[in-house]
């Protein structure tokens, strides 16, 4: 089964300082399909990005992007611009691009700080 | 924007009771899915549902847990005798086609507490 970690339980930053968050994966399949949810407290996830494998382009939503390294199983989600409303727990997911790969694997997240 | 909603949001239940956790999907979505959260652990996949039968479980899901559509706008999780080891959060999510790159969308979460 794919495997995806996030190593850091925690991470603060600074209103309108830029954050990276990082998050790695196991898989030995080639297409897959990678997000990040975001989940402010005592609310749903919401997604925040993705990005499909066979595209070699980082994705980016606005203040919002993602370092994809394909060859070193690597997603880092970095977010420009802190802003309060940011603060929230971030996960990191894993979906196969297989007809039966409906799933999606999570990390454990990474719980955001935005210091004013 | 359309949710998913989830009731009751906080669940307490003593062992080897019944639990039923109630999904209201959004409304053209398709595929219906359980997940849950351990304290402190990963979100954990559970069952995916697609045209009234699950398409695909985990080892979790096992003959305890079960799922249903009881009408057009309903999607349910039973756990039928519920053990110490259940309580977690459960999201039920949903999306509108089968398609990897498309989001599932959550619902807030049910905290089942077993006591």
């Known amino acids: 089964a794919q495997t995806v970690t996030q190593s850091q339980p925690e991470m603060s930053v600074q209103e309108a300082e830029t954050v990276t968050l990082s998050c790695t994966y196991d898989?030995?399949?080639?297409?897959?399909?990678l997000f990040w949810y975001k989940q402010p407290p005592s609310r749903q996830m919401i997604l925040v990005i993705r990005?499909?494998?066979?595209?070699?382009q980082n994705a980016t939503e606005n203040r919002f992007s993602v370092n994809f390294q394909k060859a070193a199983k690597s997603f880092s989600l970095k977010i420009s611009d802190s802003q309060l409303g940011d603060a929230a727990m971030y996960f990191c997911?894993?979906?196969?691009?297989?007809?039966?790969?409906?799933?999606?694997?999570f990390g454990t997240g990474t719980s955001l700080t935005v210091i004013p | 924007e359309p949710e998913v909603t989830q009731t009751p949001s906080h669940q307490v239940t003593q062992m080897g009771q019944e639990v039923i956790l109630r999904c209201v999907p959004i409304?053209?979505?398709?595929?219906f899915y359980w997940y849950r959260q351990i304290l402190g652990q990963k979100v954990e996949f559970l069952v995916s549902?697609?045209?009234?039968?699950?398409?695909?479980k985990s080892e979790i899901f096992d003959d305890q847990f079960s799922v249903e559509r009881p009408d057009g706008s309903n999607f349910t999780l039973k756990i039928r005798s519920t053990k110490l080891e259940d309580s977690a959060m459960y999201f039920c999510?949903?999306?509108?086609?089968?398609?990897?790159?498309?989001?599932?969308?959550f619902g807030d979460g049910t905290r089942l507490s077993i006591l």
């Open positions: 898989t030995s399949e080639s297409d897959y399909y």
């Open positions: 999510a949903s999306s509108g086609t089968y398609q990897g790159n498309q989001p599932q969308h």
């Open positions: 409304s053209n979505h398709l595929y």
């Open positions: 549902f697609y045209n009234n039968e699950i398409s695909e």
């Open positions: 997911a894993y979906r196969s691009a297989l007809d039966t790969g409906n799933q999606f694997y």
């Open positions: 990005q499909e494998a066979y595209k070699q």
